[in-house]
């Protein structure tokens, strides 16, 4: 059975190269996200109003906004999104037990290796 892969390297640019403008996107994101670090919520009501123009009193929802919002979603909603979890979870824990730390001493005294660290928090 052949592979269907979702993804697969970008093409490179003609040697003519492309007339559309550059947009740094890394720069943007970075900065988006330092106005945030800094900012905090404040900053987050700024890009909401911005990107989404939505500014609501809070940005948290009570339990019963989660239950209403759930409650209204079409059940074949809510089976996809639990496949992608699903999905998602199952890959991740594969993609985790093939890293594993190792620690290799070459000379006496000298050790190289690599180790998971894991991090606090990540935007998605």
């Given amino acids: 059975m052949a592979r269907k892969y979702l993804k697969s390297k ?3 640019a003609s040697a003519t190269g492309s007339t559309a403008p550059k947009v740094d996107v890394p ?3 970075k900065g988006v996200i330092d106005a945030i670090r800094n900012g905090g919520d404040t900053a987050v ?3 909401s109003e911005k990107f989404d123009k939505w500014s ?3 940005f948290k929802l009570s339990e019963a906004d989660i239950d209403r ?3 209204s979603l079409p059940k074949q909603t809510i089976d996809d999104i639990k496949k992608v979890q699903s999905n998602v979870r199952r890959f ?3 993609q985790k037990a ?3 730390e190792i620690e290799v001493e070459m000379e006496p005294g000298v050790f190289l ?3 998971n660290t894991p991090i606090q928090r990540v935007g998605a």
């Fill in 10 to 12: 970008p093409i490179k």
């Fill in 56 to 58: 609501p009193e809070s």
């Fill in 92 to 94: 991740a824990e594969a």
């Fill in 45 to 47: 009501r700024q890009y």
């Fill in 27 to 29: 720069g943007i994101v």
């Fill in 98 to 100: 093939s890293m594993r």
């Fill in 113 to 115: 290796g690599h180790k």
């Fill in 69 to 71: 919002i759930i409650s």
